[in-house]
């Protein structure tokens, strides 16, 4: 499956400078809410999770202290979908704070990815523009840990694939509000592929 898109990336790749553009898909399902209010008060155990956004390939940040890189997310291509609640990202995002999508491989002897803002050094989450009850929005948290030898880089287009439990060490995947997890989801799987070429016109870097 890997190789196979791999193949077809780089295919893309050398035809159109849109091809950078990569989607990342997060499955699970919904394992508790805690939610009482508002849209997401809604949501129930068992409802389908998906956590669905773009990167540019060549839009990061690597990082000073850690074996991790951080991509930007095309914060108009950011849904949270948990049953039939679909939520984006805070607009505007919190000054000086800035979405990412965050590779790490062999830190130390462990790969995985991220969600993190403001900085690309550890998970904290993204910023949901769902109003919360302890913090002013909820936030959407995820990371996984797989084996030391699942990443052979910090480069997104070395990535491309399906990743399930395969490997896996652990994982997190929530709704956050606050210190406190107001929702809980159970992890299936995660697909980096291609951004379809006709995305590329539609959405803006």
Do not use: C, W
């Not at 940040?61 to 291509?77: A, C, H, L, N, V």
């Amino acid at each position: 499956m890997k190789s196979f898109i791999a193949l077809t990336a780089a295919a893309l790749l050398s035809s159109s400078a849109s091809a950078a553009l990569v989607t990342v898909n997060i499955y699970g399902e919904v394992e508790f809410n805690q939610v009482s209010f508002g849209d997401f008060g809604n949501v129930n155990p068992g409802d389908a999770a998906l956590i669905s956004f773009m990167v540019d390939s060549d839009v990061f940040m690597d990082s000073g202290s850690f074996p991790t890189r951080g991509y930007e997310i095309i914060q108009s291509s950011f849904t949270l979908t948990l049953g039939s609640v679909t939520a984006g990202l805070q607009n505007p995002y919190p000054a000086g704070m800035t979405p990412y999508f965050v590779l790490r491989n062999n830190d130390p002897a462990v790969d995985g990815f991220f969600l993190s803002s403001g900085g690309v050094d550890f998970p904290n989450g993204v910023s949901t523009d769902v109003p919360g009850g302890v913090d002013p929005f909820f936030g959407a948290d995820f990371s996984v840990s797989y084996s030391g030898d699942t990443l052979d880089s910090l480069d997104i287009l070395d990535a491309l694939g399906t990743y399930d439990f395969t490997g896996l060490g652990s994982f997190y995947y929530a709704v956050t509000d606050g210190p406190f997890d107001a929702m809980g989801m159970i992890f299936d799987h995660m697909e980096i592929v291609p951004a379809p070429a006709a995305l590329a016109v539609l959405v803006p870097f």
